[in-house]
């Protein structure tokens, strides 16, 4: 990211380039597929986090990725001026080496889970209530260009809870948070960008990450097979 400490309201102090943004998107999207097998049924959202994130740093490692640092939950500093008992603790970061050094600039992560159907309406509004939120209200990435959100969607199909998610949005941050379509991934569900504005007036945009994390199905035994 770009440091640019004297930068008005209004301007980024931390950005990233295109090249790692795709990067961002295709170790997350990367992460999930392959810690997709590993989930089980009822699974919650911290100990899912920790299998995506231990599935990134071995693909980083696996790609030879040596200027790329991925970290788990971290408690941040950042915090509102109206209430300075405020303290985030993001679910994944990663540092680009010319990152180093500076504890506030970091690329975040924030994962929630989310599902079509009225039976994940809880979820999906705490994807907006707990998750998003958190970037604009001065817990996380101040004064960063850049959020990223991973859903982790637990009931298809993916459509519906882009649409639920959007109309969520725009319910609590007006027409201008609508999510518009970005990036594409073949091991995401989809991909959207959405513009807001954090607590001191400065823009961000959170990039919407949304993967499948149906628990996958169980080999089942062909019961011919004599070596059972």
């Known amino acids: 990211m770009q440091l640019t400490p004297d930068a008005p309201v209004g301007v980024p102090s931390f950005s990233l380039e295109d090249d790692e943004i795709d990067t961002v998107v295709d170790l997350i999207c990367r992460g999930a597929n392959e810690a997709r097998p590993h989930l089980t049924p009822g699974l919650l959202e911290v100990p899912m986090t920790v299998i995506v994130r231990k599935a990134m740093k071995r693909i980083k490692r696996q790609l030879g990725l040596t200027n790329l640092e991925v970290a788990g939950e ?88 882009v649409e639920v998610v959007d109309k969520r949005l725009q319910g609590t941050y007006g027409p201008s948070a609508a999510l518009a379509v970005a990036a594409s991934h073949h091991q995401a569900i989809a991909i959207r960008d959405g513009k807001l504005k954090q607590y001191n007036g400065a823009p961000i945009n959170v990039r919407h990450i949304l993967v499948d994390m149906v628990p996958a199905a169980p080999a089942v035994q062909d019961p011919e097979d004599s070596s059972a």
Not at 136 to 141: D, L, M, S
């Open 74 to 161: 971290v408690e941040l500093d950042e915090m509102t001026t109206a209430d300075q008992e405020i303290a985030g603790r993001i679910d994944i970061t990663l540092k680009f080496l010319r990152q180093f050094g500076d504890e506030e600039d970091y690329v975040g992560v924030e994962c929630k889970r989310v599902g079509a159907g009225s039976a994940y309406s809880q979820l999906n509004t705490r994807y907006v209530t707990q998750g998003v939120v958190r970037f604009t209200n001065g817990q996380y990435a101040v004064g960063h260009a850049w959020g990223f959100m991973l859903g982790y969607a637990l009931c298809l199909p993916g459509e519906d809870i």
